[in-house]
């Protein structure tokens, strides 16, 4: 009897704890998965995603890849900036933009293919300027199968972007994000058209931020992504797990032309005004300083009575510009501006050209040795000058191996020189000197030594006669209109 109650009280305990599983089962997903499930892109609440997986992903990817479209166009020849920017690139970098057919974006003829975002229901568009430059038609196609001809309202090649338009209502959207408060290790997803296979979405996270200095374009604050980017890829979107748009999926590099988990976006916080300012004006209008600039090395920080190897060397100052008239000189070097600290030339080249026209702009510089604080106000950048243009230059080097020649009219011609510039041309430098590791190059212009100026073959010969072994040395360069500082170890 006993055993018996104990089999029956075994079996109602098993039934009470199926009961209560299959009640737990019938439970709601969690809110942080409760978002825009079933609403078009752009039109519900935020994403709030406490910790993402697979739904959160696939709830992202239902929101976002409505408005993320496929981009056909028709070409003529190619312009000739566009063979040339593509001879400069294909080398290392590989623009993510595949072919609607032969495998070379870069056909005379035929139709492209590249990604768009769309930013709004009334049709706008962002994408690469290399996705549409030259094209002489322009067609849309929404993963709905839609399709529009498109509309070029502006174009930035310093920046690789576009703004493109569709005749269009109440299309699906992506929420602006806000990149600035991205980290490297979040997760992202890019959704694009690689290969011509549409609404494709690839998740990575952010392996870099700030990237400079790559040579892809004149403007550069890449955010680096491992998510496989692909030919076809250019122009798509680059989203946070909130389902916004941080960023333009632009480049990648690889050795092959395919995937190799390196690939590089427009930051929104760069895309987004040039987006509206695209669209409000035709153009893009950045700030400009008028500055020739490089960063500081260990040894110009002791030549320029620095402590640390901070800021930005002012190497030349345009004339009548806003440096000019806000008492910049060359020689200067930057350490701070609007109560910033200047790290280095690109962050103070992206902290000028963001600075809305006509701004009163103080300035930090040390000359001299000493601190000085100066206002410049903000010009706006014209088209046929380069704003804030970045150097970069190898230090230690040593002037055996160097052969100079004084510059003549027809030697200032050929290297397009104005009337102003004196100095000693470079005709050769042996190669491995010291000079040669130092990037001294065939064709630079020696205007100064240790900040004496050179008018004269003479006045190069005296002031290298009275150098000796061991000394460092300071050159003011001149390289095809740019100035450039150099240090030099005899």
Do not use: C
């Not at 969690?30 to 079933?38: D, K």
């Not at 070029?152 to 690789?160: A, F, L, R, S």
């Not at 992506?174 to 997803?189: A, T």
Request: glycine share 12%; aromatic share 4%.
């Amino acid at each position: 009897m006993k055993q018996l109650l104990q089999r029956k009280l075994k079996i109602l305990v098993g039934l009470a704890i199926l009961a209560m599983a299959v009640a737990w089962a019938g439970q709601p997903v969690p809110s942080s998965h409760a978002a825009i499930a079933n609403s078009p892109a752009g039109v519900s609440a935020p994403l709030a995603l406490d910790s993402p997986g697979e739904q959160g992903f696939a709830r992202v990817a239902h929101a976002v890849t409505p408005a993320v479209v496929n981009i056909t166009g028709s070409w003529g020849a190619r312009p000739r900036d566009a063979r040339e920017f593509r001879d400069r690139m294909e080398e290392f970098f590989r623009f993510p933009r595949g072919p609607h057919g032969p495998m070379d974006p870069w056909e005379p003829r035929g139709g492209g293919m590249g990604s768009g975002v769309i930013v709004s229901p009334d049709g706008y568009i962002v994408t690469n300027n290399h996705v549409v430059q030259g094209a002489s038609e322009l067609m849309v196609t929404l993963p709905d199968k839609r399709e529009f001809e498109a509309k070029v309202i502006g174009t930035d090649p310093k920046t690789d972007l576009a703004v493109i338009k569709v005749e269009a209502r109440d299309l699906p959207y992506v929420r602006w994000g806000d990149s600035s408060k991205v980290q490297v290790g979040d997760y992202v997803l890019a959704i694009g058209n690689p290969f011509g296979l549409n609404s494709t979405v690839t998740l990575g996270i952010v392996s870099a931020l700030g990237r400079g200095r790559m040579g892809i374009t004149q403007y550069e604050d890449f955010i680096q992504t491992d998510a496989a980017i692909n030919p076809g890829n250019s122009g798509g979107a680059l989203v946070n797990v909130r389902g916004e748009l941080i960023g333009i999926n632009t480049a990648i590099v690889s050795r092959t032309g395919g995937y190799q988990g390196v690939g590089f976006a427009v930051p929104v916080t760069m895309a987004k005004p040039i987006y509206e300012s695209l669209r409000e004006t035709g153009r893009v209008v950045r700030g400009y300083l008028g500055v020739g600039i490089q960063d500081v090395t260990q040894d110009l920080a002791e030549l320029f009575s620095l402590e640390e190897s901070k800021g930005v060397l002012v190497s030349d100052v345009a004339e009548e510009s806003p440096a000019e008239r806000g008492g910049l000189k060359r020689g200067d070097v930057i350490v701070g501006y609007r109560e910033m600290p200047v790290e280095d030339a690109v962050s103070l080249q992206r902290m000028v050209t963001r600075t809305p026209i006509g701004t009163e702009a103080p300035i930090k510089v040390v000359r001299d040795g000493r601190e000085k604080d100066l206002t410049v106000k903000i010009g706006e950048h014209p088209d046929a000058m380069k704003v804030a243009r970045a150097e970069h230059q190898k230090s230690t080097s040593a002037l055996a191996g160097v052969l100079v020649r004084e510059v003549d009219t027809q030697i200032g011609r050929d290297l397009g020189l104005n009337r102003k510039t004196l100095g000693v041309v470079v005709t050769s430098v042996l190669p491995g000197s010291g000079a040669d590791r130092a990037g001294l190059s065939r064709g630079d212009v020696i205007r100064e030594i240790n900040r004496q100026p050179i008018t004269s073959l003479q006045d190069y010969e005296q002031l290298i006669a009275g150098l000796k072994e061991g000394q460092r040395v300071l050159l003011l360069i001149n390289r095809r209109g740019a100035s450039l500082f150099l240090t030099v170890k005899v």
